[in-house]
């Protein structure tokens, strides 16, 4: 008895929290758009109802006769009738999309005396579409404007209900006839669009929501501004319909929602390096080149925002900018940003370790191998990508896959780690570049524990493209195993080591316009640079440095909150940017890496240090 009881106490309860919290988080999509004066854009109907807006809007006069759709009277064409505009597409496309629910707000502009038998008899034919109480269909018609007195309204069929701006003096069978409130934002604030709402304003605005909620009817805002900041706050403040005059802009906006915002699970705990050989003007045996590709700013504070506040790359204290152009364009692309940092010149987008007229040029690991140093390349991608083989191929076509290939052949680098093992099986006068490493005296292997167990100092890591997954497809530990695997190789080398590693994937996130995915492969790259640090502290002859190609995705931070690791990001192109990058610098000569500066700079600086 006892226990059934204490069951169903906890049944209740929870039964109770589930419902407490759908409430209070709506999900919202673009079906809860609404297309304001629909009829004045240049296709009307047919743009809103293809972007998925849930509630489309008509102005009507009664003319002769006929519902005719206009914003006033001057504007009134024969072509231009509600049937023509709105009730034979709907028929037709009702008739196609059977999931498809739609709200036709019809405004009346003048005497709904003359309006509503118009719209009774001409509405007729979508009549088994009508959704009202007992008739659960896919359209909604609600009458706004210049509707008539609460006390007539009963007498209006049932499928036809009314919006009105006000929820007192009305009887239960009135009430019964309301389809939607809708207020004047003006009624609780004045509001341009741009910044936040106060706490105040928010009381004020949500008193009104809640008052509607709380009577069981669906809320709408009009007079609203028509921007970003506006639209977001409709959502936060739990509004039931937005309304636009840009259908394609808050469509978008509704559509992008779901890889616009992420929330991170769990933080991770970041390591707090000691700083005792940080910024010491002493010989540095080690360098640890860490490239997030496509990681900006606005990648780097989104994954702060998404692990509560804390990142390992803003432990490092010294730090600059560095600027991406290209020899031939304002925006560089992966070939021409890698390039760049490990050779030292400004070269052609697309092109690979060589300059501007196609002259091959040196890379950071050949002259560390020069100075004896142990050299590793290490990326989450194929490793005849454009980051990866710019440390050891030079061809002025990034795609020319099997020659990049080739050319490891008569590359020093001792451990390359990446995808795309296929690209080296194409054989060069007889000779696969895969048997000619064997010939070479390196390990090739296909697998990452075994990459991770193999006692071999020289090494050809070839994972198929599945271990080089996307992180939130489950790609698990790759890159801070990958670091200590280098790191650990190569710790007693006699006169250091030189190592790039890349978080490859940051970049597909921009250019996918997936905040998710940003955000998942920055914090696992971030991780890694824990681990530098830590290795740099333990060793304190290390250097490491942190920094991008380009920035990709044009990443803005619309919303966030650092305390529950949320962020809304929007992204303003697909494709790279030109904006500047941060760099950041840690252990001896870090001080180097302040300022800003062209991204040859990089090359220059670190060939500086290797001796
Ligand atoms: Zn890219």
Known sequence: MKNSTTITLLTALLLNMGITASAQVKAYTVADAHSHNDYKNNIPFYRAYEKGFGSIEADVYAVNGRLMVAHDKKEISAKRSLKILYIDPLIEKLNRDPQRH??????????????????????????????????????????????????????????????????????????????????????????????????????????????????????????????????????????????????????????????????????????????????????????????GDGMGLSQLYATYSANKGQLNIFQMLNMGFSVTYSADAYITDSAAGATAFASGQKTNDRAIGVDADGKPLRSLADYSADAGKKTADIAVCELTDATPAAFYAHDAERSHAAAIASQIVSSPVDIFLGSGYNDFLRPLNGVTPIDKMKQRGYAIVRNFDDFLNTPATKILALMDDSVTRP????????????????????????????????????????HANNLKQVITENSDFDRMVGDALRFADEDGETLVIVTADHETGGLTLLDGNIGKGYVWGDFSTNDHTGTPVPIFAYGPHSLDFRGVFNNTEIFNKLKALIK
Not at 483 to 496: S, W, Y
Request: charged share 25%.
């Open 471 to 510: 992180k939130m497809a489950g790609r698990g530990n790759y890159l801070p195993l990958a670091l200590k695997k280098v790191t650990q190789t190569f710790k007693n080398a006699p006169n250091g080591f030189f190592m790039m590693i890349e978080g490859s994937q940051i970049d597909h996130g921009g």
């Open 102 to 291: 739609l709200r036709l707000l019809i405004e009346i502009k003048e005497d709904y005396k003359a309006i509503l038998p118009l719209v009774i008899s001409e509405l007729k034919p979508l009549e088994k579409y009508f959704a009202y109480d007992g008739h659960p269909g896919r359209l909604s018609i609600v009458m706004t404007g210049a509707v008539p007195p609460a006390a007539v309204m009963p007498n209006y069929p049932d499928w036809i209900s009314f919006d009105v701006d006000h929820l007192d003096g009305f009887t239960a069978a009135q009430w019964k006839k309301i389809g939607l409130v809708s207020f004047p934002l003006s009624k609780y604030v004045h509001w341009n669009g741009k910044g936040v709402f106060n706490a105040d304003e928010i009381k004020r605005i949500k008193g009104g929501i809640d008052s509607v909620h709380n009577a069981g009817k669906k809320v709408r805002f009009y007079e609203t501004p028509d921007t970003k900041s506006s639209w977001l706050a409709m959502l936060r403040l739990g509004v039931d319909v937005i309304g636009t005059d840009d259908i394609e802009g808050l469509g978008n906006f509704l559509n992008r929602k779901e890889t616009s915002e992420y929330t991170a699970p769990e933080p991770y705990a970041v390591y707090h390096p000691t700083y005792k050989s940080d910024g010491e003007v002493k010989k540095v045996k080690n360098i640890i080149l860490c490239i």
